[in-house]
């Protein structure tokens, strides 16, 4: 909620652009992507914010989200980072920020509309096609209580310039303080398995 509010009253995101899913089931999941899929426009931003169970399995080297429907004893009932990247792929906007609260949230990772006044090298941000991620670990379980989203709210809150990168909002204000604070290590990277091309949110 507090995300929500920050983004709505500092970040010009309008009440009628933010989707709300409690408790998804996967299937409510996959439905509101296919609502992004209509709804977006290419000149479009969208962040994307997940805060809830993942788990990795080693023997298959992959990461799954658990949403409320997940049955511990089949994988067919999770949703994969592969296919959460695949629905990425397919929404039309040009910037997308993926920021995930949940244990093995790293594991998302292959590797690791702006006016006249805009720097020149944030212009150049802007003109790419851009698929990031910001995680609240690496390939780790997460603490219950989350650190990582008490510093992206302050970030996002006490943020004072009118253009911020998602990349320099990481490394200035969210991964030395989370992991000062805790034992988990935030992540910072491009999904190229999604699209990415260049520039940055």
């Not at 949940?102 to 020149?120: H, M, Q, W, Y």
């Not at 209580?145 to 310039?161: D, H, Q, T, W």
Request: with cysteine.
């Amino acid at each position: 909620i507090n995300l929500k509010l920050i983004l709505k009253n500092s970040y010009n995101f309008d009440e009628e652009n933010i989707y709300t899913l409690f408790n998804p089931q996967r299937d409510d999941f996959k439905k509101k992507f296919l609502e992004l899929k209509e709804a977006l426009q290419p000149e479009d931003n969208l962040v994307i914010f997940y805060a809830g169970h993942g788990i990795w399995v080693d023997k298959e080297k992959k990461g799954y989200w658990l949403l409320i429907d997940a049955q511990r004893n089949d994988v067919n009932s999770w949703l994969s980072n592969k296919q959460v990247l695949d629905m990425i792929a397919e929404l039309p906007a040009r910037h997308t920020l993926l920021i995930t609260d949940a244990c093995f949230s790293g594991s998302v990772f292959k590797t690791r509309s702006i006016d006249t006044e805009i720097p020149p090298a944030i212009r150049e941000m802007d003109n790419k096609i851009t698929r990031v991620a910001i995680t609240s670990g690496n390939d780790t379980e997460v603490p219950d209580v989350s650190v990582f989203m008490k510093y992206l709210i302050k970030a996002l809150s006490e943020n004072k310039e009118k253009y911020l990168s998602a990349q320099k909002m990481f490394v200035n204000q969210i991964i030395e303080a989370v992991m000062s604070e805790s034992k988990t290590e935030p992540r910072y990277g491009t999904l190229e398995l999604a699209g990415h091309v260049g520039g940055d949110f």
